[in-house]
Structures are given as structure tokens and as C-alpha cells.
């Protein structure tokens, strides 16, 4: 595909050079003759790198304070506001360093399967690896739908080569991501990391779906074949999210992003961005094989002489990562939508090793730990992290909240009430000890505990309330040894996991007090300082 005049004087952007909704092939040639290190793998699948940022920079994040928004956010270390003439001085620093380059590549897509909440989204960006990354996370327009596609209703200017001035106010480095709610749109100075742009869409998308009472959730979501009954599993970077969503038994609405509205749920992206690290073929073979050719693989090691990728390489980052279009995953549902889910999933990864590896939750328990968010960071996922680490992040995706984790919570418990969904933790982290000195369960238990919950076997299986939490402990699911269902048991001195589980409860607590204004006595109870031989 030759570059195209196409028109981006609206933006005060007058390169000749512009590739429109250019085709993967086009893309991956752009990207071996001008990318720096770009090549392919013996897959076929694109190899790039995004330079010194190899994941997010969270506290680099910027939301434009704007009086017809700014009662709606949640102002704080999340939110961090931006006056608007200092996003205006980034916009127009980006602009500058677009003007400067001979060819620009240009995404024009959609943001959500359902037609009567998708967005379309405009991308304008310098790399083409950054326009192939976009291209498979987005939802990719038919020729019909691209000559309609009109103006956009979110843009995103990808200045990202180029660094933020420190000194124009609001600057902390030389990295910014900043949001503009009223023009919806995205400026980035200062990280190359391909996964800003889909995490700013996703976060246009958490402030504007509550206005129409409408639930963003950070989880990745499947259903039965030939049902339309689906299943969400809510969970952070790395606890197996996206790994658990690539079941060959069930269809795939998708692994990280949805809505959940009164007809059911729809996937946001038109793609998946799994994790590679340690990836292979026998484990999941499904995120295996669609890293072929026209997915990109980021920031992985390869063998110069034959191309092959070692996934088991981290020297670059931990945070290594494949994206693909959904359609590579033969059992995707296309379009991407489903119905109401029957089971509610929160995947955590527990670095204590004090959480069982399945509970059944209460939605007064749903709330709380849904607002609490709790897991461990894994090495990579942001910048600076380079072992797990306790953390909580409300609602699962805290980065991405825009409102105050009070209303997606509400938003969620009331889903859960209307369509009657079973709510399960699953601890995907530690057992027989705390990081370190236990191990992390097996893939293939949390699979059959999994499985179990859709085959609905676990929802008569016999439980056992646990001291600290208050939680309901599934204590028997065939495939799985008894003997790791009880975390307590599974560890060589039961007085070292009391003082843990104390730790984690009173860690819990603490936490909560950030939110006890915002929920009901019921929710608060329902937290571990309840219990009366807790903390």
C-alpha cells in the first residue's frame, strides 16, 4: 500500500506521507525497513522494541481538570490533574515532533462490539509497529464502515520518541500521558510502551460507560458454546487473566477489557495482549500459536541465527508481551459480545500465600473485594517493579478508574443482584508459604477449579469458613488435591501463617479506610477486621 494524502490539517499536521488503515503486510514492511532492531520471528510474528519504558508509567498519567468534569473524578494519585494550558503546551509539542517526520501511520477504528456504545477511535502515531499494535487491539473497521467513519470521537496523538518539557507545570518527567475528558483526546511525550495507547482508550471508556449506567470492567470474559450465558474473570496484569480467557472449551469474547450492559456484556478490544514471558506451547498453546504472522511480539529475547523467541528470557524486561487480533484465537465469539454472566470471577495473586485457591464470595464480600482490588504486581508490568509485590488496586484496574471506585462497585453489585451471578475468588499466587519460600499453584489446578465453577460442580461443593477472612472455602474439586485447598494446612508451621494472615488482614483494613465513606455497614463487615478471630 503506497502512502496516501490523507488529510490531517485539523490537527495542524501537514506531513505528505500518511498510511491510512494500512494493511499488516505494509505495516510489518515499514516496520523491518525503519524500526530500529525490528524483525520477525521464525513464527512470522513482528519482534519490536519500545525503548527505555518496557511497561506503564502510571504516575506519569495526567487528566485535564475542566469544570464541566471535574466533580465526576476522582482526584488523587490516580487522577492526577493537568491544568488545560499545560495540555494544550504537550499537544502542541507533539504536534511539532509529527510535523518532523517523513511518514506518519494513522488507525481509524472502533472501541466496542456493541454498536450503541462503540467509540470510534483515531490513532496518529509515528511507528509503524505502534500502528500494527493498534490495529490488532482495536476493532477493525470494514471497508464500508472505514469510508463512513467520519470524525472520530477519541484521538490519540503518539508523540511518544519525543520526551515532555520538565518544566511546563504539572511535569515530573520527561514521560506524560495526558487525558483531556471534554476533547477526548490523548497526548503521549516520553514512552514508546505500545500498551499507553490501549490503556488510555480503555480509560476514555471507564469515564464515559457510567454515565450511561454502564460497567467498564478490567477482566477478560468467555461463554459456553452455543449459550449465551458468559462467565468474567476480573484480575490484574499477570494473576491469569488472559491466560484462564484461552479455554478450548468455551468460546472467547475476549481477555481484557469489557462492558457490561442491561443485554449482556461486550469485549471493547478487537485484540489480546498476553503476557509472554515463560509462555509455551504445552501451557497454553491457543496464546502460542496466535503469536504468528501479523501479531506483534514486544521487547522479547531471539536467536539471531533462526529467529526463534525465548520466552524464558527476561534480560529486557519481564514484561514481555504478544498482541493479535481475537480472530487468532479459533474459538473467539465474533462479534464479541454475549449475555449476562452466570459467574463472577476475581483472580488474585496472593504473594502471602495466605488466600485459599477458590472461595465463594457474598455480594456484601463481592463489594468488598472488588473495591479493594487486592493482588500482587508482577515484575515488569510497570516501571520500577522487578519482583511481586502486595498491592491493592480498586476494582481491579485502579491505573484506569476515572470515577470514584464506589460507583463501579455499585455498578457491579447491582449486575450481580439482577442476574443472580455467582461470585468466586480464585488465588492464582502462593501456597505453602509466602513468596519465596512456597510455590505458585499449578496452572492446571486453577484450569479444573475453573472449569468446576462453569460446569457448575463447585456450586454444591462443600465449604469451609476460614478464621481470617471470613471466607467461604471450597474444601473439595475433583482434580484437585484436598490437601492445597486450605491454605493453612498447606504450609510447615501453622503459628507462621496466623502471623501472615494477620499481616494481610490488617493490610486489608488499612486499605479500606479509604473507602468505608462510600459503602453500605453490610460492605464493611464483610472485610477481615470483622472477623472475630481476625485481626
Excluded at 2 to 16: G, H, N, Q, R, S
Excluded at 166 to 173: K, P
Excluded at 478 to 483: E, L
Amino acid at each position: 500500500m503506497e502512502p496516501t494524502m490523507f488529510d490531517l490539517a485539523d490537527y495542524k499536521i501537514d506531513v505528505t506521507n500518511v498510511f491510512r488503515n494500512a494493511s499488516p503486510a505494509t505495516l510489518v514492511e515499514e516496520s523491518l525497513r525503519y524500526e530500529k532492531g525490528a524483525t520477525l520471528a521464525d513464527t512470522g510474528a513482528l519482534i519490536a522494541y519500545s525503548g527505555d519504558k518496557t511497561g506503564r508509567s502510571p504516575k506519569d498519567k495526567r487528566v485535564v481538570r475542566h469544570a464541566d468534569s471535574a466533580d465526576d473524578v476522582w482526584w488523587g494519585p490516580i487522577n492526577i490533574g493537568l491544568d488545560e494550558t499545560a495540555f494544550f503546551v504537550n499537544r502542541e509539542r507533539a504536534i511539532d515532533y509529527l510535523n518532523t517526520r517523513e511518514r506518519l501511520y494513522v488507525v481509524d477504528a472502533f472501541a466496542g462490539w456493541d454498536p450503541d456504545y462503540r467509540l470510534k477511535v483515531r490513532v496518529i502515531c509515528a511507528r509503524p509497529y505502534h500502528a500494527l499494535f493498534m490495529h490488532n487491539m482495536l476493532i477493525r473497521p470494514t471497508n464500508e464502515e472505514l469510508q463512513d467513519f467520519g470524525e472520530p470521537d477519541c484521538v490519540i496523538l503518539n508523540a511518544g520518541a519525543f520526551p515532555a518539557n520538565r518544566y511546563t507545570t504539572g511535569m515530573t518527567s520527561k514521560t506524560s500521558v495526558d487525558l483531556s475528558l471534554e476533547r477526548r483526546e490523548v497526548v503521549i511525550l516520553g514512552t514508546q510502551y505500545a500498551g499507553e495507547m490501549k490503556k488510555a482508550v480503555f480509560t476514555l471508556m471507564n469515564y464515559l460507560m457510567p454515565r450511561q449506567e454502564v460497567l467498564p470492567m478490567h477482566c477478560s470474559a468467555t461463554a459456553a458454546r452455543d449459550s449465551e450465558r458468559s462467565s468474567i474473570l476480573f484480575g490484574l496484569s499477570g494473576t491469569g487473566k488472559t491466560t484462564l480467557s484461552a479455554d478450548p472449551q468455551r468460546e472467547l469474547i475476549g481477555d481484557d477489557e469489557h462492558c457490561w450492559t442491561d443485554q449482556g456484556i461486550f469485549n471493547i478490544e478487537g485484540g489480546c495482549y498476553a503476557k509472554a514471558i515463560y509462555l509455551t506451547a504445552e501451557a497454553e498453546p491457543q496464546i502460542f500459536d496466535a503469536l504468528r504472522y501479523g501479531a506483534v511480539l514486544e521487547n522479547v529475547v531471539y536467536d539471531k541465527a533462526d529467529h526463534h523467541v525465548d520466552f524464558d528470557d527476561s534480560s529486557i524486561t519481564e514484561n514481555t508481551r504478544g498482541a493479535y487480533p481475537i480472530n487468532y484465537i479459533p474459538n473467539a465469539r465474533i462479534p464479541c459480545t454475549a449475555g449476562h454472566p452466570s459467574d463472577v470471577i476475581f483472580l488474585t495473586c496472593d504473594a502471602f500465600g495466605v488466600l485459599p485457591p477458590v472461595s465463594r464470595l457474598t455480594r456484601e464480600q463481592a463489594e468488598y473485594h472488588f473495591i479493594s482490588g487486592y493482588t500482587a504486581k508482577v515484575a515488569g508490568t510497570e516501571v520500577g517493579v522487578t519482583e511481586p509485590e502486595a498491592t491493592f488496586s480498586p476494582c481491579f484496574g485502579g491505573p484506569f478508574l476515572v470515577w470514584h471506585p464506589g460507583k463501579y462497585a455499585q455498578l457491579l453489585s447491582k449486575r450481580i443482584t439482577d442476574h443472580h451471578a455467582n461470585v468466586w475468588l480464585i488465588n492464582t499466587g502462593w501456597i505453602g508459604g509466602a513468596y519465596g519460600e512456597g510455590h505458585r499453584i499449578e496452572l492446571k489446578h486453577t484450569r479444573t477449579i475453573l472449569d468446576a465453577i462453569h460446569s457448575g460442580t463447585l456450586a454444591d461443593a462443600p465449604l469451609e469458613q476460614e478464621a481470617w477472612f471470613g471466607l467461604s472455602v471450597v474444601t473439595a474439586c475433583p482434580g484437585v488435591p484436598d490437601k492445597i485447598l486450605v491454605p493453612r494446612n498447606t504450609w510447615k508451621d501453622p503459628a507462621a501463617y496466623d502471623a501472615t494472615a494477620r499481616k494481610l488482614a490488617t493490610l486489608f483494613h488499612d486499605n479500606f479506610k479509604n473507602f468505608a465513606d462510600g459503602v453500605t455497614k453490610a460492605v464493611l463487615a464483610a472485610g477481615p477486621a470483622a472477623q472475630g478471630s481476625g485481626v
